[in-house]
């Protein structure tokens, strides 16, 4: 079974709103990250947060992580038309499994015009 | 800096056959992570080289292998291929270990299996 899940699994909203993504988790973690994948450009890198970090921001970009709760979440402010796009959380699998990236099943995003 | 280069690009392969899917990670890069993707069971973690050692394995079966070689260049192999393993083959490198530096990811290279 996946370690991350996302919810929700699809999110439509109009350019200029924020989107928020979440992510839940089964095990500890050691880092939790957020990466991004569409047609034109592949999977990207985002953000990548430590289990010791409880925000951290990349421009527009906003990540939240809560380990008491084995939580997650990606806020997308201004979305633009680029944005649309799936966003996966990956983490490790905690002290056991450390170097095995899981990642969740995705949010779809996508931006109206 | 070039990114992560990926060969082939697509591949169509027979059940029972074998294939070999090669990745040029970023220079300076050690580790080479391999993934699958699939509609059904999403992006799934294969295997990580760091150094030429595998680090860890994901739970696939022992038809999944891989190497990585001196110059951090890594392959993996599929052999006795199943209609299965028709998937989207990720290559991701990275400075270190996978799950604490960022991973650049290839362009990935589309097997389907008749």
Redesign the interface.
């Known amino acids: 079974s996946q370690q991350g899940e996302e919810d929700p699994q699809a999110l439509s909203i109009q350019e200029g709103e924020n989107a928020t993504m979440n992510c839940s988790y089964k095990t500890s973690i050691n880092n939790l990250q957020w990466y991004r994948q569409n047609s034109g450009r592949g999977l990207v890198h985002l953000i990548l947060i430590r289990s010791n970090e409880r925000e951290k921001h990349s421009g527009r970009l906003r990540v939240t992580l809560d380990t008491s709760k084995k939580s997650s979440s990606l806020l997308i402010t201004a979305s633009r038309a680029a944005d649309t796009a799936s966003y996966f959380c990956a983490t490790d699998g905690g002290d056991s499994s450390a170097s095995k990236i899981i990642f969740g099943s995705g949010t779809r995003l996508s931006i109206r015009p | 800096k070039a990114g992560v280069t990926q060969t082939p690009r697509y591949l169509i392969k027979t059940r029972g056959q074998q294939v070999t899917l090669s990745c040029s990670p970023i220079s300076g890069h050690r580790s080479v ?1 391999w ?1 699958q993707q699939t509609p059904g069971q ?4 294969l295997f ?1 080289y760091f150094s030429e050692t595998q ?2 394995k ?1 739970n696939f079966p022992g038809r999944f292998s891989g190497r990585q070689f001196s110059n951090s260049r890594s392959e993996m192999n599929v052999s006795t291929l199943e209609l299965g393993d028709s998937a989207l083959y ?1 290559c ?1 490198s990275s400075l270190g ?12 290279t589309r097997l389907t299996v008749t």
């Open positions: 992570s993934y999403g992006l799934q973690f990580e680090r860890n994901g990720l991701a270990t996978a799950h604490s530096y960022e991973q650049y990811f290839g362009p990935g």
